[in-house]
């Protein structure tokens, strides 16, 4: 997501009293989605993220003029949400995280482990056998793992 969208569309998440959690453009021309995840302290609802995709929607329409063909997509990062910053892992130290990798690390591109420790651009996950020094640059996909109860 370009830096310009970043700009439009925080403060718009932000005034309306939610944290932007993460913004994603997938596929493109006619099935590029948009997807906007938000978050805050007693969950999101249904009327949550219609209320921001109703503002960032008309935001973007005058952005762009109307011209571009995409789908809004607005929702909770959820249980096993997206991690794509150090804050994100920061905030989740000692949680299982998955994490896939462009490149292998020792050998491997996927993980699986407890968030032991962050830096501003490694993350260290227990995997159990081991602890791995994972570059945040360097990931594919990083999602929390979680774990429940029976």
Known sequence: ???????????IVSDLGYELWHIESVGQGRNAVLRIYIDAAEGIDIEDCEAVSREVSAALDVEDEGGAAYSLEVSSPGMDRPLVSAEHF???????ARVNMFA????????KGEIVAVSADTVDLNCGD???????G??????LDPVFEK
């Open 138 to 143: 360097d990931m594919a996909k990083a999602r």
């Open 90 to 96: 920061e905030r989740f130290a000692g949680e299982r």
């Open 1 to 11: 997501m370009t830096p310009r969208f970043h700009s439009l569309i925080e403060p």
């Open 130 to 136: 081991a602890i791995y020094r994972l570059p945040i």
């Open 104 to 111: 292998p690390v020792e050998g491997q591109r996927k993980f």
